[in-house]
């Protein structure tokens, strides 16, 4: 059950209706979901969640699929249902069966993909255990420094998103359910 209900589109301000527009069109959704629903009763943290996500997930080098992955392993390792179910289906819009990838992410078969996941799930869990070998690793897999930081920041973008997901109460949205 939510602890924060969430603020319908017809209830919202102007400014906040404006996110929710811009947030459901450019993630390709039918509606704006409940997680950016319950921000709405705060247009700055539905403003600022919105834009971090237009620019970490979004924009970059890294493909967003790849990125998605990194946010629904990290999610399922911290038992964030809601982020799991919300970017698997994000996943699974775009092409990519998450759950089977991050179900072992060990067994990933494409090492670089493999390699990069595993970096941004520690990165996520424990930050300062991250040694030059970690970065190294990467690297023979031609990750750049540009590249690098952007899996951090989707690490961090994760645990973000866990904690106001799992703050809040958010319930799994009805479109989001009937994603496999």
């Known amino acids: 059950m939510p602890h924060i209900p969430i603020l319908e589109p017809d209830a919202a301000s102007l400014e906040v209706r404006a996110v929710y527009e811009e947030?459901?069109?450019?993630?390709?959704?039918?509606?704006?979901?409940?997680?950016?629903?319950?921000?709405?009763?705060?247009?700055?943290?539905?403003?600022?969640?919105?834009?971090?996500?237009?620019?970490?997930?979004l924009g970059g080098q890294v493909p967003r699929w790849k990125k998605e992955?990194?946010?629904?392993?990290?999610?399922?390792?911290?038992?964030?249902?809601?982020?799991a179910a919300a970017h698997a289906a994000c996943c699974t819009m775009l092409g990519v069966n998450a759950i089977y990838m991050v179900r072992d992410v060990r067994k990933i078969p494409d090492v670089a993909l493999r390699d990069a996941i595993l970096f941004a799930m520690k990165a996520a869990r424990d930050p300062q255990s991250l040694r030059e070998s970690?970065?190294?690793t990467l690297r023979t897999h031609g990750f750049t420094h540009s590249d690098m930081v952007e899996l951090i920041s989707v690490a961090g973008l994760a645990v973000y998103l866990n904690i106001i997901a799992d703050a809040?109460?958010?319930?799994?949205?009805?479109?989001?359910?009937?994603?496999?």
């Not at 109460?169 to 496999?180: A, H, K, L």
């Open 69 to 83: 992955l990194i946010i629904v392993a990290i999610s399922h390792e911290r038992d964030c249902r809601y982020c």
């Open 168 to 180: 809040t109460g958010v319930e799994t949205d009805e479109m989001i359910r009937g994603t496999p």
């Open 134 to 136: 970690d970065y190294d």
């Open 23 to 57: 947030f459901y069109h450019r993630m390709s959704f039918p509606a704006p979901p409940n997680f950016i629903t319950i921000q709405g009763h705060s247009s700055a943290a539905a403003r600022g969640i919105w834009e971090l996500l237009k620019n970490v997930l």
